[in-house]
């Protein structure tokens, strides 16, 4: 088995014996997944999203769209969206009662498994003492010492609440320290919701921006260039055309919103060399990559160390976080070492320093990345296996603990690529996978996580469901 499946290139995967452990038995988690003897058939019967219904309609009402965020809503796929009730593990629950595994992870944040036991009792003892000081705090310390000692290209960092507050940051850093303003961004990469970054790629050849959403100006996005990803010639040509005028080049290392997409081998180095060529500063999104591929982030994986990075999800443990780093001459350009204003009331809070602190221990320890390879790997081979078995054309990929799949036989190399895939089925797919009690990123243009919690069950289970939905399509 390898990952990379579907793709032209080969990524690398760990092999270990199956017999490593996602957790040791005092970490069973404390609700119990019930095995219970029920066939596909029976459970389909059984399937009902009622209460759903009954409380989506009512948020409708309440929120724009029914969410706080837009891919809950199912627009992509169709159907009902669900209300989650509570997760544990591997599994989540709604309020219909339903049972799912897992596989969205709160969009990455639940690596150890959600509602972990000891990051739990963590946070209840932090939570004796205060839940936000608008103080420096000691656990902000620990955190950022764990950080640094961890992500190559960070020798200090800066906290922050959310992903697109980190890369709103890191974008104003790098211009301030170049005294330059175009970034270029890769198409299908997706940085957060601020101005600069909601740009489409002209028609396959880098253009300068313009906005992707209404109520940004245009003045926000001109000095936003654009490449499609995997495509070196773009961004040199780029470079070409904007001699001494661009401040930083910002890229998803493996791409995770356009759907999973590695970067095709010497891609990243490429971009490492032209960077450096041009004074320009290399800028890795480890948002969902960070702490994901490897202990270290993609950077790690990879074996390139860009001059700035952002992070998010895995380091708050499943409470709200960001942050940004990189070399110290860079970063001391932050206020208040610097005149690069930037700041937040709940920054470094000590409920998120709590829980990313007690996860990172736990990712940490011998084996763990070598396991979310393994059932990473198991999961998608299976998946594709089994698609291209009913006769359909399909293609995946992982690293580590991320992965994706494409209804389209692919290789994939860009968002122009991934635009390729059957919607339609996709969607299909989804919804028969929800009632086989398996819950996916509603959007085939999402990647997909497992976590330590994941178990070779949970991963046969999935496979099993997917060759009768396979089937049904």
């Known amino acids: 088995m390898a990952a990379g499946v579907g ?10 014996p199956s017999s490593i452990p996602p957790s040791s038995p005092s970490r069973s988690p404390a609700r119990s997944v019930v095995r219970m003897a029920v066939s596909l058939d029976e459970k389909q019967k059984t399937f009902s999203l009622k209460k759903s219904e009954e ?4 948020a409708k009402e309440l929120m724009p769209g029914g969410v706080n965020s ?4 199912f627009k992509s796929v169709g159907g009902q969206p669900i209300v989650m009730d509570s997760v544990k593990g591997s599994h989540m629950w709604d309020i219909d009662g339903n049972e799912y595994i897992d596989y969205v992870g709160s969009w990455g944040p639940a690596i150890i498994g959600h509602a972990d036991d000891e990051v739990l009792a963590a946070l209840a003892e932090t939570m004796k003492k205060g839940t936000s000081f608008g103080a420096p705090c000691l656990l902000e310390n620990v955190l950022a010492e764990m950080v640094i000692s961890a992500v190559p290209s960070i020798e200090m960092v800066r906290m922050v609440n959310s992903g697109t507050e980190a890369c709103m940051g890191v974008i104003r850093l790098a211009r301030a320290f170049t005294r330059r303003e175009k970034i270029i961004k890769f ?4 940085h957060g919701h601020a101005d600069p970054f909601l740009v489409k790629a002209g028609s396959g050849v880098a253009t300068l921006g313009l906005p992707d959403s209404p109520g940004v100006p245009k003045g926000a996005t001109y000095e936003t260039l654009t490449s499609p990803f995997n495509d070196i010639s773009t961004v040199k040509n780029l470079f070409d055309s904007n001699k001494g005028e661009i401040a930083a080049v910002i890229l998803e290392p493996v791409v995770g919103n356009s759907g999973f997409i590695a970067p095709k081998p010497g891609f990243l180095s490429d971009l490492r060399e032209v960077t450096k060529q041009n004074d320009t500063l290399l800028v890795f999104d480890e948002v969902m990559t960070g702490f994901r591929l ?6 790690e994986y990879f074996g ?3 001059d700035l990075t952002t992070l998010g999800k895995i380091i708050g443990g499943g409470l709200p976080v960001g942050a940004y780093g990189g070399r110290r001459e860079i970063m001391e350009m932050v206020a208040p070492a610097g005149p690069m204003y930037q700041a937040g009331t709940l920054s470094g809070n000590p409920l998120a320093m709590t829980a990313g602190i007690h996860t990172l221990k736990r990712l940490k320890e011998p084996g763990r990345y070598e396991y979310l390879t393994k059932v990473t ?6 998946i594709v296996d089994a698609g291209k078995k009913a006769g359909h054309a399909i293609c995946g990929g992982c690293v580590g603990g991320m992965f994706g799949f494409f209804f389209t036989e692919g290789p994939v190399y860009e968002f122009a690529d991934a635009k390729k895939s059957d919607t339609a089925k996709f969607a299909k ?16 243009f999402e990647a997909g996580f497992t976590s330590l919690a994941h178990t070779p069950e949970d991963i046969q289970r999935t496979i099993e469901a997917a060759e009768k939905v396979f089937r049904q399509l």
């Open 7 to 16: 793709l032209s290139w080969p990524l690398k995967i760990a092999r270990i």
């Open 55 to 58: 409380a989506f309609n009512a």
């Open 70 to 73: 837009p891919v809950r809503a």
């Open 187 to 190: 198409e299908g990469c997706y």
């Open 294 to 299: 490897s202990y270290g982030g993609a950077q």
């Open 304 to 306: 390139i160390t860009p």
């Open 377 to 382: 790997s198991e999961l998608v081979v299976g």
């Open 429 to 444: 797919f989804y919804r028969g996978m929800l009632e086989e009690g398996v819950y996916f990123a509603p959007s085939q």
